[in-house]
Nanobody, 114 residues
Framework: QVQLVESGGGLVQAGGSLRLSCAASGSILSINAMGWYRQAPGKQRELVAGITRGGITNYADSVKGRFIISRDNAKNTVYLQMNSLKPEDTGVYYC????????WGQGTQVTVSS
């Protein structure tokens, strides 16, 4: 069983920055894929960024050049540095890891005001 605890969401003005963190705990040996998803009001959940244990990353086109995903394997923690935030980045951000199956965090609200 894996537990995920997210932190770092909040309210920020357009053009600002936020950093999200997600720490995984439990009986964990090695987590491969870790990622961040978001869900805006009235929309489906979408992948924002993903990262493998080896550091290979992928991003949604809408965040490329603005967001950076990283991880600390020793701490089983994944981060999302969000820069140049836009109002359309508003939503609930969820951390997800794949460890036998997919696990999800509780979500953290990110609100970007114009």
């Amino acid at each position: 069983q894996v537990q995920l605890v997210e932190s770092g969401g909040g309210l920020v003005q357009a053009g600002g920055s936020l950093r999200l963190s997600c720490a995984a705990s439990g009986s964990i040996l090695s987590i491969n894929a870790m990622g961040w998803y978001r869900q805006a009001p009235g929309k489906q959940r979408e992948l924002v960024a993903g990262i493998t244990r080896g550091g290979i990353t992928n991003y949604a086109d809408s965040v490329k050049g603005r967001f950076i995903i990283s991880r600390d394997n020793a701490k089983n923690t994944v981060y999302l540095q969000m820069n140049s935030l836009k109002p359309e980045d508003t939503g609930v951000y969820y951390c997800s890891v794949h460890y036998g199956r997919d696990y999800w965090g509780q979500g953290t609200q990110v609100t970007v005001s114009s």
